[in-house]
Structure formats: structure tokens, C-alpha cells
T-cell receptor, first 114, second 114 residues
Framework: GESVGLHLPTLSVQEGDNSIINCAYS??????FIWYKQESGKGPQFIID?????DKRQGQRVTVLLNKTVKHLSLQIAATQPGDSAVYFC?????????????FGTGTRLTIIP | KAGVTQTPRYLIKTRGQQVTLSCSPI?????VSWYQQTPGQGLQFLFE???????NKGNFPGRFSGRQFSNSRSEMNVSTLELGDSALYLC?????????????FGPGTRLTVL
């Protein structure tokens, strides 16, 4: 993900619909990817993660897809609820010698329309 | 199990002053990382501590420093504050230093420099 500050992309979804949030990353050496959710006034909250040897992982109402060929990550949220409104960040890390810093994407603001 | 805690939650300082922020990691977590979040630059890595040693450092000036104590609690210090240091400072803890050790974030300290 790009770590520079840019205009925050926004996504508005009707309550009950599915949402897909996308993220592009640049480091082909990254081997671990995480999605975080950040609500106003709070720190980022872990949602789901995926390792580079996988292309899909499912959690409760969330699915992460990883396409290493095009360096693309997506987060799918099923049956969105008002509480899903937040900024979503993808983050990547990975090195050969330990826990590297997390590199965050710019984030996407998801708004759920009642 | 209690989450990551940060104190204080809000802080107002003036230019030229210094500030110390505190972070208590999740019990059993030994790695603590610090991030700065601003609207313009997004989430940026400051530094990481493990076993009381700084293991990794981001691209910030020497005015930003930190330390970790034997109980894994960490502090970060910013000296000679500048207006641009106004930000949300986030602390994250993880079990260890593996790239797959998920980082869990605290609520952050909102620093305002006048």
C-alpha cells in the first residue's frame, strides 16, 4: 500500500449490501497482509489477515482476497451494518529477519447508508 | 485480557516544549511499535522496541525517541515540539517479532502543538 497521504477514497454502501474495499501494494517481498478498521477517535482494530502463501481467507462476514500477480488485496464485507462505517486500512509487512514495520495504505472511508 | 493502553489520551503543548507518551502493551506481548497518524501523511512508522532495544526505526528526526522497560511498557518522547508534530500517536503491541505476529493498536494519544 502507498504510505503517502492522499485524498481518502470513499465508498458508500446500502445497509445489507456487500462491500468490497481494494488495496494495491508495491512491495513484492511482503509476506503478510492485514486489514484494520478505524472508527472515529479510536485506534486501528484488527479485522483479518492473510499470508502470502494463501489467496483467500474468510472470517465472520469478512473475506480477504490476495492476488500476488498484480499485487492487489481486497476486503469483502458481507451484509453490511451501520457499525461497519469506518476507515479501512490495508497494511503489509514482511522481511527475512523479523517483524518489520507495517506499511499502511491510505485507507478507504466506508459509509453505510441506512 | 486488557488491550493496549496509552496515556494520556489528549495533550496540548506549545512549540519548543517536550512531551512524553506512555504505552502499556497487551500482557505477554514483548514487541511495541509506535506510529504517527496525520491527515496529510496517513499512518507512518516511528520505531519498534523489543526486549528493551530499538529494533527498527522509521524516517523521523532525532527529536523523536523512545524506550522500553523490562515489563515491556514503552514511552516515546518528542523534544522541541513543532506545529507539524500535531498528530495522533499510536502504539501497537505484538507477541514477538515474527512478521506474522499481529500488531494490536491502542486508542492513541492526540497531541496538539500550539
Amino acid at each position: 500500500g502507498e504510505s503517502v497521504g492522499l485524498h481518502l477514497p470513499t465508498l458508500s454502501v446500502q445497509e445489507g449490501d456487500n462491500s468490497i474495499i481494494n488495496c494495491a501494494y508495491s512491495n513484492s517481498a511482503s509476506d503478510y497482509f492485514i486489514w484494520y478498521k478505524q472508527e472515529s477517535g479510536k485506534g486501528p482494530q484488527f479485522i483479518i489477515d492473510i499470508r502470502s502463501n494463501m489467496d483467500k481467507r474468510q472470517g465472520q462476514r469478512v473475506t480477504v482476497l490476495l492476488n500476488k500477480t498484480v499485487k492487489h488485496l481486497s476486503l469483502q464485507i458481507a451484509a453490511t451494518q451501520p457499525g461497519d462505517s469506518a476507515v479501512y486500512f490495508c497494511a503489509e509487512t514482511g522481511s527475512n529477519f523479523g517483524n518489520e514495520k507495517l506499511t499502511f495504505g491510505t485507507g478507504t472511508r466506508l459509509t453505510i447508508i441506512p | 485480557k486488557a488491550g493496549v493502553t496509552q496515556t494520556p489520551r489528549y495533550l496540548i503543548k506549545t512549540r519548543g516544549q517536550q512531551v512524553t507518551l506512555s504505552c502499556s502493551p497487551i500482557s505477554g506481548h514483548r514487541s511495541v511499535s509506535w506510529y504517527q497518524q496525520t491527515p496529510g501523511q496517513g499512518l507512518q512508522f516511528l520505531f519498534e522496541y523489543f526486549s528493551e532495544t530499538q529494533r527498527n526505526k522509521g524516517n523521523f528526526p532525532g527529536r523523536f525517541s523512545g524506550r522500553q522497560f523490562s515489563n515491556s511498557r514503552s514511552e516515546m518522547n518528542v523534544s522541541t515540539l513543532e506545529l507539524g508534530d500535531s498528530a495522533l500517536y499510536l502504539c501497537a503491541s505484538s507477541l514477538g517479532r515474527l512478521s506474522t505476529d499481529t500488531q494490536y493498536f491502542g486508542p492513541g494519544t492526540r497531541l496538539t502543538v500550539l
